[in-house]
C-alpha cells in the first residue's frame, strides 16, 4: 500500500479565496508530481519536481504554485481561486520515474476542489 | 509532443473478457503503463510492459505491445463486477527523466 496522503479530500470554498492542498509522501521518494484530472477523467500534468527546492511546470498551464522544501511534502497553492479551477488534483510520486525499471508512480486519494 | 488515445467506454458481462486498447504517438517510450482508478480514488499501478515485449501475461491480465502500429492492449480474463473502474493507458514522455503521459481514461462497466 503506497504511503502517499492528500488533505483535504474534499474543498467547497469561494471565488478569491486562497488555498493549499497539501501532499506528503513517507516513502523518501525524491520525484513529485500534481495532476489535474477533468470531470471528463483525462488528467495533466501542471507541476513536477525531482528533488528539493526543484520545481518545473507540466504540460498543462496552471495558475497554481508549488514548493518543495523537504522531500516528503509538495504542497500546490491557488492565491485565488476561480470557478474555472474546479476539478481533482492527484498528487503522485515516484522513486525512479517511469523511465526505468520500478519507476511506478505512487497516487494519493486526490483533493476535490469546487470553486463557486 | 506525446499524444495517448483510448476509447472512453466499454461494457461487458460478468465472465466475458474485456479488451482495452490504446494507441501513442511517441515510439520512445521504454515502458508502457496500465493504471487503474476505482471511484472516489487515486490511480493504482495495474500492470507494465517493457518496449522489447510483445506480451506481459499476469494472472487475469495480458498486455499485448505492437511496436510497429504504436498499439498496447489490456485483456482482462472473466471480468468480475469488482473490475468496474477506470483504466489509463500511460507512456512517458522523452527527456532524460520522463514523465508519464496518460489517455483519456476507458471507463469498464461490468454488467452481473
Known amino acids: 500500500e503506497a504511503d502517499i496522503y492528500q488533505t483535504p479530500r474534499y474543498l467547497v470554498i469561494g471565488t478569491g479565496k486562497k488555498i493549499t492542498l497539501e501532499c506528503s509522501q513517507t516513502?523518501?521518494?525524491?520525484?513529485m508530481y500534481w495532476y489535474q484530472q477533468d470531470p471528463g477523467m483525462e488528467l495533466h500534468l501542471i507541476h513536477y519536481s525531482y528533488g528539493v527546492n526543484s520545481t518545473e511546470k507540466g504540460d498543462l498551464s496552471s495558475e497554481s504554485t508549488v514548493s518543495r522544501i523537504r522531500t516528503e511534502h509538495f504542497p500546490l497553492t491557488l492565491e485565488s481561486a476561480r470557478p474555472s479551477h474546479t476539478s481533482q488534483y492527484l498528487c503522485a510520486s515516484s522513486e525512479y520515474g517511469p523511465k526505468r525499471a520500478g519507476g511506478e508512480l505512487f497516487f494519493g486519494e486526490g483533493s476535490r476542489l469546487t470553486v463557486l | 509532443g506525446e499524444d495517448v488515445e483510448q476509447s472512453l467506454f466499454l461494457s461487458v458481462r460478468e465472465g466475458d473478457s474485456s479488451v482495452i486498447n490504446c494507441t501513442y504517438t511517441d515510439s520512445s517510450s521504454t515502458y508502457l503503463y496500465w493504471y487503474k482508478q476505482e471511484p472516489g480514488a487515486g490511480l493504482q499501478l495495474l500492470t507494465y510492459i517493457f518496449s522489447n515485449m510483445d506480451m506481459k501475461q499476469d494472472q487475469r491480465l495480458t498486455v499485448l505491445l505492437n511496436k510497429k502500429d504504436k498499439h498496447l492492449s489490456l485483456r482482462i480474463a472473466d471480468t468480475q463486477t469488482g473490475d468496474s473502474a477506470i483504466y489509463f493507458c500511460a507512456v512517458h514522455s522523452g527527456g532524460s527523466q520522463g514523465n508519464l503521459i496518460f489517455g483519456k481514461g476507458t471507463k469498464l462497466s461490468v454488467k452481473p
Open positions: 516513502m523518501g521518494h525524491d520525484k
